[in-house]
T-cell receptor
Framework: DAGVIQSPRHEVTEMGQEVTLRCKPI?????LFWYRQTMMRGLELLIY????????DSGMPEDRFSAKMPNASFSTLKIQPSEPRDSAVYFC???????????FGPGTRLTVT | AQSVTQLDSHVSVSEGTPVLLRCNYS??????LFWYVQHPNKGLQLLLK??????LVKGINGFEAEFKKSETSFHLTKPSAHMSDAAEYFC???????????FGTGTRLKVLA
């Protein structure tokens, strides 16, 4: 089992550029979560997908953020345009339905200069 | 409303001595509880989970936690600390049937040689 796979692991970009983060969940899992971790705010849920459908995007900071899940094995989180305050570690996690444990990927460390 | 409080932001122990990381929760219903560990620059790894079965839960790497409803606690313990246990530990609460994790603020464990 390869676990949750995220790419890239590190991303450095300039303010105003588009950033795309990628996630491959564990095979057979039907729930997918995107989180953001910062020192100031800890771990924040950005968006939750169930069976490839976005269920709750109330944590998405603003319209600059968008997420898609075109199929059960792939999801993207896009930031356009990026800003320095978006600098954080972004985690993808997957699980099997409600209230089951979530399995986290290694994260993408995003730095926006 | 659910909430979780990790009572210590930092804990230091000597190698070979017991570890106690404290977590209290608040929930109107029977919660599911989890402990995760995050090593530096890594994702969150599930240590153990409580989902209304046995109150004493054994996890990976020698960790265990006891669910005490009367005290609303779910403290994490390990009989003998190892250097590799140095990391940040998160207590998480969620309601069965919901997907939202409520994270504690984390406890950073330092293991002294």
């Amino acid at each position: 089992d390869a676990g949750v796979i995220q790419s890239p692991r590190h991303e450095v970009t300039e303010m105003g550029q588009e950033v795309t983060l990628r996630c491959k969940p564990i095979s057979g899992h039907n729930s997918l979560f995107w989180y953001r971790q910062t020192m100031m705010r800890g771990l924040e849920l950005l968006i939750y997908f169930n069976n490839n459908v976005p269920i709750d995007d109330s944590g998405m900071p603003e319209d600059r953020f968008s997420a898609k899940m075109p199929n059960a094995s792939f999801s993207t989180l896009k930031i356009q345009p990026s800003e320095p305050r978006d600098s954080a570690v972004y985690f993808c996690a997957s699980g099997q339905g409600y209230s089951y444990e979530q399995y986290f990927g290694p994260g993408t460390r995003l730095t926006v200069t | 409303a659910q909430s979780v409080t990790q009572l210590d932001s930092h804990v230091s122990v000597s190698e070979g001595t017991p570890v106690l990381l404290r977590c209290n929760y608040s929930s109107s219903y029977s919660p599911s509880l989890f402990w995760y560990v995050q090593h530096p620059n890594k994702g969150l790894q599930l240590l153990l989970k409580y989902t209304s079965a046995a109150t004493l839960v054994k996890g990976i790497n020698g960790f265990e936690a006891e669910f005490k409803k009367s005290e609303t606690s779910f403290h994490l313990t390990k009989p003998s600390a190892h250097m590799s246990d140095a990391a940040e530990y998160f207590c998480v609460v969620t309601l069965p049937g919901t997907y939202k994790y409520i994270f504690g603020t984390g406890t950073r464990l330092k293991v002294l040689a």
